[in-house]
């Protein structure tokens, strides 16, 4: 079993930049599917990006292509969600998690708030 840590969330204006990080112990993390979920206030959990184990594929959430960039290194256990031009709507706790997610992998997730 995968248990996650996510990191690097907090306040920024709106158009700046965060880069969220996963860090994931146990030994099946390298052939495991792996997403970004986020839940925003007084909403469910919705999918935000996902990356395969493998040969390199990403998708994203119509709500953040072209702004979001997921990523991994599987040497260092840890995912990554570099987020650029956040906007107010991206305000939400964010999650990682693995590929469908399961239920036992949710961590505690990290803030993300985008004001002026």
């Known amino acids: 079993q995968v248990q996650l840590v996510e990191s690097g969330g907090g306040l920024v204006q709106p158009g700046g930049s965060l880069r969220l990080s996963c860090a994931a112990s146990?030994?099946?993390?390298?052939?495991?599917?792996m997403g970004w979920f986020r839940q925003a206030p007084g909403k469910e959990r919705e999918f935000v990006a996902f990356?395969?184990?493998?040969?390199?594929?990403?998708h994203y959430a119509d709500s953040v292509k072209g702004r979001f960039t997921i990523s991994r290194d599987n040497a260092k256990n840890t995912m990554y969600l570099q987020m650029n031009d956040l906007k107010p709507e991206d305000t939400a706790v964010y999650y990682c998690?693995?590929?469908?997610?399961?239920?036992?992998?949710w961590g505690q997730g990290t803030q993300v708030s985008v004001s002026s």
């Open positions: 990356i395969r184990w493998g040969p390199a594929y990403t």
């Open positions: 998690n693995n590929y469908p997610p399961t239920g036992a992998a």
């Open positions: 146990g030994r099946t993390f390298s052939s495991s599917d």
